[in-house]
């Protein structure tokens, strides 16, 4: 891999560094990191185009195993961590007025949220213990750890068919679908793992089940930060609290609108009742954007995620017959954010799709 794309991914910690710079220039600069998101990574994607670049399997074999690809993961594990912590001292000390207080919200929801999960997501796959564990302590910061259990356990399962509260449904708008997938998700993972106590002889109610703690765990970590930030204050920073779980809210509302664009409308077929055809390049939207890929970890290769999940990010696949975005995640995020306009974009593509498959079935 060139030296040229093993530096992109560094580019992630823009983000967080626009979004801190913005705070301490002050006022309109705290939408800095926000406007660097929605308005400059798509016109840089529409100038800078598609990455073509396909590894072979015998190189890619090698490139998986380059440590450099986990450290960035792993530092990135820590320095959500610092952020988060960061955060909540600043709010705690500073006054801003509500429309900067906006501003700064969701620039930092983009970092916590935006890269944050999408690192998580990427941990949270690999069969090593440590990194898994890092998967979880991210997911903590954003009050969304059964995500580590409903994603592996049931949306890679169940993707693309109605069983799965992941999948956007044709004609389904965004806002629909937060409301089924947040809490259907949520619900999902404790059926999973009610599942996963029951085929080991362990009670629903015990220390080894994990949704418990998943529950939790955000809790005791918001009480630690409120305590933490009350004592170096020398009163109740009842801001903090606050703060956390708006910007937790706004974070897995990104993620969830990454689901939505990623899975709209795709449906496996269903080869008899309950039972359907394997997952394969077919089955999710995919985005070649060079630029928007490097900050996203590659996860706009989705197909080639979905169809081996257990691939590194840096070794993702682009497959051309896969169904294809017209471009990158921040402006599809902007598109299905306002239904008609995402409706009369993606709905044409989807009829292609939904021909090419019948076309092959046939």
């Known amino acids: 891999m060139s030296f040229i794309k093993k530096a992109g991914f560094l580019t992630a910690f823009i983000i967080p560094l626009l979004a801190i710079l913005g705070f301490y220039l002050g006022g309109y600069w705290n939408f800095m990191a926000s406007v660097f998101v929605f308005v400059f990574i798509p016109l840089a994607d529409w100038i800078i185009g598609k990455d073509p670049e396909n590894m072979t399997d015998e190189k890619a074999i090698l490139v998986s195993e380059q440590f450099y690809y986990r450290l960035i993961t792993y530092i990135w594990t820590f320095f959500q961590l610092g952020f988060l912590m960061w955060g909540a001292f600043v709010i705690a000390e500073s006054a801003m007025e509500p429309i900067f207080l906006i501003g700064f919200i969701l620039s930092f929801s983009l970092v916590t949220g935006g890269i944050g999960i999408t690192v998580a997501h990427e941990l949270g796959h690999k069969k090593s213990k440590l990194e898994r564990v890092y998967s979880r302590i991210i997911l903590m910061t954003v009050c969304y750890m059964h995500f580590y259990i409903e994603h592996n356990r049931g949306h890679h399962v169940y993707v693309a068919t109605p069983r799965d509260p992941a999948t956007s449904r044709k004609g389904e708008n965004f806002y629909a679908f937060w409301l089924r997938s ?142 294809q975005l017209p471009s990158g995640y921040p402006a599809m995020i902007l598109l299905a954010a306002i239904p008609p306009l995402w409706f009369k974009w993606i709905n044409p593509k989807l009829k292609t799709w939904e021909e090419t498959v019948y076309n092959r079935a046939n």
């Open 182 to 323: 947040v809490i259907g998700s949520y619900f999902s993972a404790w059926k999973l793992e009610r599942s996963r106590l029951e085929r080991k002889g362990i009670k629903f109610w015990s220390f080894y089940n994990e949704m418990i703690w998943y529950t939790l765990l955000p809790i005791f970590f918001a009480l630690a930060l409120t305590t933490g930030a009350s004592i170096y204050f020398d009163r109740l920073v009842w801001e903090v609290p606050l703060f956390f779980f708006i910007q937790s809210v706004l974070a897995f509302t990104l993620l969830e609108i990454v689901n939505y664009v990623e899975h709209y409308g795709i449906v496996r077929k269903e080869n008899s009742p309950g039972v359907y055809e394997r997952v394969n390049p077919m089955h999710s939207w995919n985005s070649n954007h060079r630029l928007s890929n490097f900050f996203l970890f590659q996860l706009q290769r989705h197909s080639d995620h979905h169809a081996n999940a257990i691939k590194r990010y840096q070794v993702l696949k682009h497959y051309e017959e896969s169904p």
